[in-house]
């Protein structure tokens, strides 16, 4: 039996990894700190039986060695983050504050609970992303293990040094330590800022489609259930000291995503009449593609180009496989939001328009 911490288990693939652990694993225990910030939501942990939600911060030490005490926690599965690109370029400081000195608050916290009686069986999982790799060229091999660091934004810069941190505490103080690099997640529970969500709530609204730039950018878009057996095959098998990449396999640039999306929204008002009395605004509604709402819009900043993962490794060494093609993936996650309305709207809460809406004003 394991004790896990989960951090950033109230976000989207924290909290998918907490459902995921509670049906795969019942006799463990998971407590799950999260801030909640607007990313974070109890909402999302609904139907989770018996999780600890503790609201916190990855920066308050003491809480942490409290938790990691009093819980008997052996485990710590680190997701909190901040997570947006877009939002990094805005503000960056709180991706430092919460990225980096965050995990550095929490490796100083495991190291003094975990390592300071002999030093029991005990793992500190950092959850990271390919982003720290930089921009593929149409022609690169994509990323693995070996590849140099290049982060191009304020977040993966962020993400670049937590990783860096985590990588440290285990040479010199002896952390036991595993890192993973994963793609583009999606599926339920993300918050409607990240492309797919985004694009389908303002479809769903009759607003504009903000593509960034010519739209030919590349993702490997990894369902967030297989990025969620990934890291517990990290967990079983992985290698102390060791990152592996985790990826979806679906290449594709956002254009293919979008007009993949919009064909199935309009699939999908056109199989079920009560979505057009539910959602009026939507160009569905009246039979107009949605595509009509696609919008080109002044490109992010340091957009970066294309990111792909060899996933030797990982399938080499624990077995990992993505199980989900994107086709599939993709029809469930649009099934989920068009069936989980209460949800989404709870999570947005105005924060949604706000955030479009500065968006916009800043371009
Ligand atoms: P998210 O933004 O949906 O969730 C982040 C969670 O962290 C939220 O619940 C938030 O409340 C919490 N949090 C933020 N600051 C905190 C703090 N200071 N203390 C405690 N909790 C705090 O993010 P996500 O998309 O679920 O990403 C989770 C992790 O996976 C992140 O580390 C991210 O870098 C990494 N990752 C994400 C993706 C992706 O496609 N979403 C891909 C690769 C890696
Ligand atoms: O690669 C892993 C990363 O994937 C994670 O580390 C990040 O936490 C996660 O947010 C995600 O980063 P991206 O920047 O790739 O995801 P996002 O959903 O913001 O954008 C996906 C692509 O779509 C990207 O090329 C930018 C583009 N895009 C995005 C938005 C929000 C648009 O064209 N228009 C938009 O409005």
Redesign the pocket.
């Known amino acids: 039996m394991s004790h896990l911490l989960v951090t950033g288990g109230a976000g989207f693939i924290g909290a998918n990894f907490v459902h995921y652990w509670r049906q795969h694993h019942p006799q463990d225990s998971v407590t799950v700190l999260d801030a909640l910030t607007y990313a974070g939501n109890r909402a999302n942990l609904a139907g989770a039986n018996s999780v600890q939600l503790v609201e916190g911060d990855i920066r308050d030490t003491p809480l942490i060695e409290g938790l990691l005490r009093d819980h008997a926690i052996d485990t710590i599965v680190h997701f909190a983050a901040e ?4 939002r990094s370029i805005h503000g960056p400081a709180a991706f430092v504050e919460t990225n980096v000195i965050g995990t550095m608050n929490l490796l100083t916290a495991a190291r003094a609970v975990w390592l300071a009686d002999g030093g029991k069986p005990h793992r500190f999982h950092h959850v990271s ?3 720290v790799y930089g921009t593929l060229g149409p022609n690169d091999p994509p990323f693995n293990e070996t590849t140099a660091y290049a982060p191009n934004s304020p977040y993966s810069a962020s993400k670049a040094a937590s990783d860096h941190l985590v990588r440290a505490w285990h040479h010199t103080y002896g952390l036991q330590v595993t890192t993973s690099n994963c ?2 997640n999606y599926g339920p529970y993300q918050f409607p ?3 797919i969500p ?1 694009f389908l709530i303002n479809a769903l609204h009759g607003r504009p489609l ?3 730039g010519d ?1 030919m ?1 590349i ?1 490997d878009w990894l369902h967030v259930e297989d990025h969620c057996r990934g890291i517990e095959a990290v967990l079983h098998h992985g290698r102390v000291g060791e990152t592996y990449c985790i990826g979806g396999g679906a290449e594709l640039p ?1 254009i293919t995503v979008i007009d993949t999306l919009c064909a199935a929204v309009d699939a999908a008002f056109a199989a079920d009449p009560a979505l057009a009395a539910r959602f009026p605004e939507a160009p569905a509604a009246r039979g107009i593609p949605t595509a009509s709402l696609k919008t080109t819009v002044a490109d ?1 900043p340091g ?1 970066d180009r294309r ?1 792909a993962i060899d996933e030797t490794r990982a399938r080499a060494e624990i077995g990992y496989a993505p199980a989900r093609d994107f086709k599939t993936g993709f029809a469930a996650t649009l099934a989920w939001y068009l069936a989980n309305e209460p949800w989404w709207r709870g999570v947005l809460d105005g924060s949604y328009r706000n955030w479009v809406e500065t968006n916009y004003a800043a371009r």
């Open positions: 997570s947006h690109v877009d992303t390919d982003e793609s583009n800022e990240k492309l985004l903000p593509i960034y739209g950018q993702r956002n992010r957009h990111y």
